[in-house]
């Protein structure tokens, strides 16, 4: 899976008809109402604002609109280039300004989805992990231990304070966070306290 961390944007003609094409990056559906409303705002006088988003990395949440334009021409294309590119917590938006020239629907499939994968391909993609958070509190003794686990299982460190103890707030991939829970119970014995924080993913 992967997403984008800024908003892109591109813009092509198809026989007088112009497309502009927005890739932004939301984690739920009122991040997209908002950039969507913003591009409405600026957009105010297009003719159509069409778009697709997939929002979680885990049970995705997926929605199109062809905005006026004829059923499944418009939003469905955009919103299947976000699954082609494995896309996730992002927006697509292709604006439309009508240039006099029907497209038929054929050619407006092609258009908004060829809008929406140029915009992707220029943009920046950052590959995400699945993963669980941990927050850990140990004393210093433990140190080395805990560094090994950071090798082992390729921990990503987000947050540490180094006061009386240590607390860490560290990252496993999905797939490694029951072993990596079943190593810290073995080592409850030495003072090692640990929770579960939530799921999320992180960028590699």
Not at 52 to 67: C, H, L, M, Q, V
Not at 83 to 102: E, H, M, N, P, Q
Not at 113 to 129: D, F, H, M, N
Request: net charge negative.
């Amino acid at each position: 899976m992967k997403t984008v961390k800024k908003i892109y944007s591109t813009n092509f003609k198809d026989k007088g008809s112009k497309f502009f094409g927005y890739l932004f990056p939301c984690t739920n559906e009122d991040e997209f109402d908002n950039e969507l409303q913003k591009l409405k705002k600026e957009f105010w006088d297009a003719s159509h604002h069409c778009y697709g988003y997939r929002i979680g990395a885990k049970n995705t949440i997926e929605f199109s609109s062809d905005d006026g334009e004829p059923s499944g021409t418009a939003g469905l294309p955009i919103l299947n280039q976000l699954r082609s590119f494995g896309l996730v917590d992002v927006g697509a938006v292709v604006i439309r300004y009508f240039g006099g020239t029907k497209l038929g629907k054929p050619g407006l499939i092609n258009a908004y989805g060829y809008s929406a994968e140029q915009t992707i391909r220029q943009a920046g993609l950052k590959e995400i992990i699945p993963c669980v958070w941990f927050e850990l509190t140990y004393n210093y003794p433990e140190q080395n231990l805990i560094e090994k686990l950071k090798l082992d299982f390729e921990l990503k460190e987000a947050k540490s304070d180094y006061t009386e103890k240590v607390t860490l707030e560290v990252a496993v991939a999905s797939e490694k966070a029951e072993p990596f829970e079943q190593q810290l119970q073995k080592h409850e014995y030495l003072g090692i306290v640990f929770e579960k924080i939530n799921s999320g993913y992180y960028f590699k």
